[in-house]
């Protein structure tokens, strides 16, 4: 008899387990993909608008024909400085008697978009303005290895043959190791695989030229290994590609950032600088050290707001939704993460600078939550922080 009653409690707690099971399969279908019943699902409360707010709108604005060159920009920012720009990529160079400095060679830079067949190189470009006919580039500089930053060195190399190439060691390392295998994916027009350099550094270096003097640093992998702060003293201007954004939540995911700890570092080390001008690689307009300032602080608010998050003992029970698939599970469980932490910082009553950062930073709608993720997840398994 108590033998049949076993029996009998398993055949319908198996039953019951089955219905739970089935409804929970019926429960766990959201938007979000698999979540308990009752888990406090999280909805991203703020709706991308692609509206971009005044802080980031583009100086000089190439829609309204206040680019020097139509579809680019030269302008000197101070003694033989000049900045060129697309309007969404930015390199620098700086002219002596004794030739010209190149900081990065966007491949981008030159294309006309509206008529491709008027396209000219950068080295075309450099020599549109009447500043720099006669001097030869002699030294370029790589900030990092990525080829939408230097796709087009060699077509400086192929002009100036005797150009002096100068990057951090472990940039040179990385270029050396590539295939050549997705060459035909390169960015933008006239883009080829960049020329090793002829100069590494390991920590510092001073580039001179005549006059001119460039300070090159390298502090970690703020980016990426290798990138590097060029820091031109005399004009107080600051160099630092792919890491900080004037004007602008980063690019995705913290700037496809490598080690975040160094990246959030890097904001600290980019204001022990003596500078006035930021120029940040990308994007429509120069920064200052408002900016900076304003970047960093965005930044210390998706820190906190994504210990909160982590912290969040709602999001705990999502674990549990599935005991067979505990890696799935920890996926949702991240993103579910990163959206409290991107709810968090773009509601200004909440964060903690009180700061309405999509009425500041532009793609702060669409970019704050891929933020949110990356430091989380380095927050929990980092041991820097
Ligand atoms: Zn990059």
Same mark, same amino acid.
């Given at each position: 008899?108590l033998k049949k009653?076993?029996?009998?409690?398993?055949?319908?707690?198996?039953?019951l387990?089955?219905?739970v099971?089935?409804? $929970?399969v019926?429960?766990?279908?959201t938007?979000?993909g698999?979540l308990?019943?009752?888990?406090n699902?999280?909805?991203?409360h703020? !709706?991308v608008?692609?509206e971009?707010? !005044?802080n980031?709108?583009?100086?000089p604005?190439?829609?309204?024909?206040?680019?020097?060159?139509?579809?680019?920009h030269?302008e000197?920012?101070?003694d033989?400085?000049f900045?060129?720009?697309?309007?969404?990529?930015?390199?620098?160079?700086?002219?002596?008697?004794q030739?010209?400095?190149?900081?990065?060679?966007?491949?981008?830079?030159g294309?006309?978009?509206q008529?491709?067949?008027?396209s000219i $190189?950068i080295?075309d470009v450099?020599?549109?303005?009447?500043?720099?006919?006669?001097?030869p580039?002699?030294?370029?500089?790589?900030?990092?290895t990525?080829?939408?930053?230097?796709?087009?060195?060699?077509?400086?190399?192929e002009a100036?043959?005797?150009?002096?190439?100068?990057?951090h060691?472990?940039?040179?390392?990385q270029?050396?190791?590539?295939?050549?295998?997705l060459?035909g994916?390169l960015?933008g027009?006239? $883009?080829? !695989?960049?020329?090793?350099?002829?100069r590494?550094?390991?920590k510092?270096?001073?580039?001179r030229?005549?006059?001119?003097?460039l300070h090159?640093?390298?502090?970690?992998a703020?980016?990426?290994?290798g990138?590097?702060?060029?820091?031109?003293?005399?004009q107080?201007v600051?160099?630092?590609?792919?890491?900080?954004?004037?004007?602008?939540s980063?690019?995705?995911?913290?700037?496809?950032?490598?080690?975040?700890?160094?990246y959030?570092?890097?904001?600290?080390?980019?204001?022990?600088y003596?500078?006035?001008?930021f120029?940040?690689?990308?994007?429509n307009?120069?920064?200052?050290?408002?900016?900076v300032?304003?970047?960093?602080r965005?930044?210390?608010d998706?820190k906190?707001?994504?210990?909160a998050?982590?912290?969040?003992p709602a999001?705990?029970q999502?674990?549990g939704?599935?005991p067979?698939n505990g890696?799935?599970?920890?996926?949702?469980y991240?993103?579910?993460?990163?959206?409290?932490c991107?709810?968090?910082?773009?509601d200004?009553?909440?964060?903690?600078?009180?700061t309405?950062?999509l009425?500041?930073l532009?793609t702060?709608?669409?970019n704050?939550?891929?933020?949110?993720?990356?430091?989380?997840?380095?927050?929990?398994?980092d041991?820097?922080f």
């Amino acid at each position: 008899m108590l033998k049949k009653c076993i029996k009998h409690v398993l055949i319908m707690s198996a039953a019951l387990m089955w219905v739970v099971a089935a409804e $929970s399969v019926q429960a766990y279908r959201t938007d979000h993909g698999f979540l308990p019943p009752g888990a406090n699902v999280c909805e991203l409360h703020v !709706p991308v608008t692609l509206e971009v707010p !005044p802080n980031a709108k583009a100086i000089p604005d190439p829609f309204n024909g206040e680019f020097s060159h139509g579809f680019y920009h030269i302008e000197e920012i101070a003694d033989g400085l000049f900045y060129v720009t697309d309007g969404v990529y930015q390199s620098m160079f700086l002219l002596s008697a004794q030739g010209i400095i190149v900081v990065d060679a966007p491949p981008s830079i030159g294309v006309n978009q509206q008529d491709p067949t008027a396209s000219i $190189s950068i080295v075309d470009v450099i020599y549109s303005i009447p500043e720099t006919q006669g001097l030869p580039i002699r030294k370029l500089i790589y900030s990092h290895t990525h080829l939408d930053h230097i796709g087009a060195a060699s077509i400086i190399q192929e002009a100036f043959p005797k150009v002096r190439i100068i990057a951090h060691r472990k940039t040179k390392e990385q270029l050396r190791s590539g295939t050549g295998e997705l060459e035909g994916l390169l960015p933008g027009a006239g $883009s080829n !695989p960049p020329p090793l350099p002829t100069r590494t550094f390991a920590k510092n270096k001073t580039v001179r030229l005549g006059e001119q003097v460039l300070h090159l640093s390298y502090k970690g992998a703020a980016h990426e290994p290798g990138n590097i702060f060029v820091y031109a003293p005399n004009q107080k201007v600051l160099m630092l590609v792919d890491v900080i954004f004037p004007g602008w939540s980063p690019f995705t995911n913290l700037a496809i950032v490598e080690e975040v700890p160094e990246y959030i570092e890097a904001y600290d080390e980019a204001l022990a600088y003596d500078f006035e001008t930021f120029i940040g690689g990308h994007f429509n307009r120069l920064g200052s050290r408002a900016d900076v300032i304003e970047g960093q602080r965005y930044i210390m608010d998706i820190k906190a707001n994504a210990l909160a998050a982590l912290q969040n003992p709602a999001l705990f029970q999502i674990f549990g939704a599935a005991p067979e698939n505990g890696l799935g599970a920890f996926s949702i469980y991240l993103d579910q993460m990163a959206c409290d932490c991107a709810n968090r910082t773009l509601d200004p009553n909440v964060t903690p600078s009180r700061t309405d950062w999509l009425s500041r930073l532009g793609t702060a709608d669409i970019n704050t939550l891929s933020h949110c993720w990356e430091m989380g997840e380095a927050m929990r398994i980092d041991p820097s922080f």
